[in-house]
C-alpha cells in the first residue's frame, strides 16, 4: 500500500493541489481502492492455476473444462454486478455503491483462501465477480461526477491505473506467496477503501438528482474548496439537470440513443481485443508458447510494462487527446497481435501433441527447460506490446468516455449496462478462449483479436467524439445538437 500511494500521488500532483484539488484527490484515491482489488482479483487464476497442477490435492488439480470455468466465471459475476450498478446507482448513489462492493469482495477471497474443493474457488471467483462489475459501473461515474474539467482526463483514467496496480500486486506477490495467501493479501485494499469512503462526500449530481440542495453544495464546496467559484459551477450542473426528465421515450432521440449505443458499442470492442483472457491466463499461455524466461516472471515483467503504460497514458489524456490514443492504441495492438499469430502458428508443435494442461503440468514438473533462444521472446515481447498499447488507450479511454458521453439523466442505468455488456462479452471469451486453443492452437484467437484492432481503429475514426477540455455539460450538449459543444445561455 505505501508503494501504491508513492506511486499514485505523484500522479495525482501533475496539477497542483493548491489549485483545490487535493480534498478531490482524496476521495478520488478512496473511491478507486476498489479498482485495485477489481485487478487483483480479475488475474487471480494467472499464477495460481500453475500453481495449483503442480500441488498434491487432487481436488484442486483442473482439468481443460474445469480451468476454462475458473478463468471465466469472474466475468459472469461481473455481468452480474454491472447490473446490480443499474440499479444501485441511482438508488443508493455512486458512493455507497462502491463501498457495497466490498461485501462480495471480502467474501469471496475468504471462500477462495479456504477452498477445499473446486467448486469453492468458482464461487469465490464468482463472488469476487460480483464485487468487480459493481466497481467497474461505479467508480468511473463518481469519478467524472466529482471531478473539475481541468483534470477529468487525469483523474479519469485513474481507475484503470489502480487495476493495473492490483493486477501487478497479484503477479508481484505470486512470485513468492502460495495460493492461499494471495486471496487473503487481497482483502487488505477492500477494507481500506471501505473505511475511508465514510468520510468521502457523494456526489453533487446524484445530491441534485434527488433533489438535495444543501447537500449538494456542501458536498462541491469540500470538493474544490471553500474559495473557489463552486457556486457557480453548482448552478451549471443544476441548470443541466433540471432541464432533463428522463422518459422511455426519450431513447428514441439521438442525445439518447447515440452516446449510449457508442458507450456500449466501445465497452464491447474492448473485451473483443481478447484483454481478459490474455490477462487470466498470461501465465499458462507463457508456458504453451515455450518461452525460454520462467514464465511467472514473464507474468510479471508484463504486468510493469502494464502500469507504465497507463501511467504516460493518464499524463497525455488532456494533452494528446482521447482519440489520437485510441488510434495509437489499436495500431500497436494490431502489430503485435499479428506478431504473436505468426509465432504460434509457426511454433505450434513445440508440445508435440501436449494438451494445455499436460503442458502445464510437465513445465511444473522439475523438468529442465529449453536452452536460452532469442526468438522465443517474441511471445513476451508481443504480450508487452500488446498491454502497452491496451493501457495506452482502449483500456482507460473505454472507461473514461463512457463516465463523459453518457447522458446526465441516465447515466447511473446506462453505466451498468455496458459495464453488463462488456462483462459477458469477457465471460464468452474467457471460456471459449482456451477450447479454441486446444482445438485450433494457440494462433487461432490472437488471429481474430488482430482482426478486431482494425475494427477498432474504424470505429475510433467513425463514431467517437473528441471530448478533452469540455464539460459533461457541453459534450450533452455535442449530442443533442449534432453540431457543437458551446452552450448558448438563454
Known amino acids: 500500500d505505501v508503494c501504491f500511494l508513492n506511486f499514485f500521488v505523484p500522479i495525482l500532483k501533475s496539477q497542483d493541489c493548491k489549485n483545490g484539488h487535493g480534498k478531490l484527490f482524496l476521495a478520488v484515491f478512496s473511491a478507486v481502492l476498489g479498482n485495485f482489488n477489481f485487478g487483483f482479483a480479475l488475474v487471480f487464476p494467472s499464477p495460481v ?120 500486486a497479484l503477479y508481484a506477490f505470486g512470485l513468492v506467496l502460495p495460493w492461499r495467501w494471495l486471496a487473503v493479501a487481497g482483502e487488505i485494499p477492500v477494507i481500506i477503501m471501505m473505511i475511508l469512503l465514510c468520510f468521502m462526500p457523494t456526489s453533487p449530481r446524484y445530491h441534485i438528482m434527488k433533489g438535495n440542495r444543501a447537500r449538494a453544495v456542501k458536498s462541491l464546496e469540500w470538493l474544490r474548496g471553500p474559495n473557489s467559484d463552486y457556486l457557480t459551477e453548482f448552478n451549471k450542473i443544476e441548470r443541466s439537470i433540471n432541464s432533463q426528465g428522463v422518459q422511455w421515450s426519450d431513447l428514441k432521440t439521438r442525445s439518447y440513443y447515440k452516446p449510449i449505443l457508442i458507450s456500449v458499442v466501445m465497452r464491447f470492442l474492448q473485451q473483443m481485443t481478447g484483454i481478459t483472457p490474455i490477462l487470466v491466463y498470461l501465465e499458462p499461455i507463457f508456458h504453451m ?108 479511454i473505454t472507461w473514461l468516455l463512457m463516465s463523459e458521453i453518457l447522458p446526465l439523466g441516465a447515466r447511473g442505468v446506462a453505466s451498468g449496462l455496458c459495464v453488463g455488456v462488456s462483462w459477458i462479452t469477457a465471460f464468452v471469451l474467457t471460456q471459449l478462449f482456451m477450447h479454441v486453443v486446444e482445438a485450433y492452437g494457440l494462433f487461432a484467437p490472437f488471429l481474430f483479436f488482430s482482426v478486431v484492432s482494425v475494427v477498432n481503429i474504424i470505429f475510433t475514426a467513425k463514431c467517437v467524439p473528441e471530448t478533452k477540455g469540455r464539460t459533461l455539460e457541453e459534450i450533452e450538449n455535442f449530442f443533442r445538437t449534432g453540431r457543437t459543444f458551446t452552450i448558448l445561455d438563454s
Open 49 to 168: 492455476i500453475p500453481q495449483l497442477q503442480k500441488g498434491n490435492d487432487p481436488r484442486l488439480q483442473m482439468d481443460i473444462h474445469q480451468i476454462s470455468w475458473f478463468g471465466s466465471i469472474f466475468t459472469l459475476g461481473a455481468a452480474l454486478g454491472g447490473v446490480s450498478a443499474m440499479v444501485l446507482n441511482d438508488r443508493v448513489g455512486r458512493k455507497i455503491s462502491i463501498m457495497l462492493s466490498g461485501v462480495p469482495s471480502v467474501v469471496g477471497l475468504l471462500v477462495m483462501g479456504a477452498a477445499q474443493n473446486f467448486w469453492m474457488l468458482l464461487w469465490g471467483r464468482f463472488l469476487t465477480g460480483i464485487a468487480g462489475g459493481i466497481t467497474a459501473g461505479s467508480i468511473p461515474v463518481y469519478v467524472s461526477e466529482i471531478s473539475h474539467p481541468s483534470v477529468r482526463g487525469a483523474l479519469g483514467s485513474c481507475p484503470q491505473i489502480t487495476a493495473v496496480f492490483g493486477s501487478l
Open 289 to 396: 508458447t515455450a518461452i525460454s524466461l520462467e514464465p511467472k516472471y514473464d507474468a510479471a515483467l508484463v504486468g510493469a510494462v502494464r502500469l507504465m503504460s497507463v501511467a504516460i497514458a493518464a499524463s497525455l489524456m488532456d494533452k494528446a487527446g482521447r482519440k489520437a490514443l485510441l488510434f495509437t492504441s489499436g495500431f500497436l495492438m494490431y502489430i503485435a497481435m499479428l506478431s504473436m499469430t505468426m509465432y504460434t502458428h509457426k511454433t505450434q508443435c513445440n508440445h508435440g501433441n501436449l494438451t494445455v494442461t499436460e503442458g502445464l503440468k510437465s513445465t511444473y514438473g522439475g523438468l529442465t527447460g529449453p536452452a536460452f533462444d532469442p526468438i522465443t521472446l517474441i511471445p513476451l515481447i508481443s504480450a508487452m506490446v500488446i498491454i502497452f498499447g491496451y493501457a495506452m488507450g482502449w483500456g482507460p
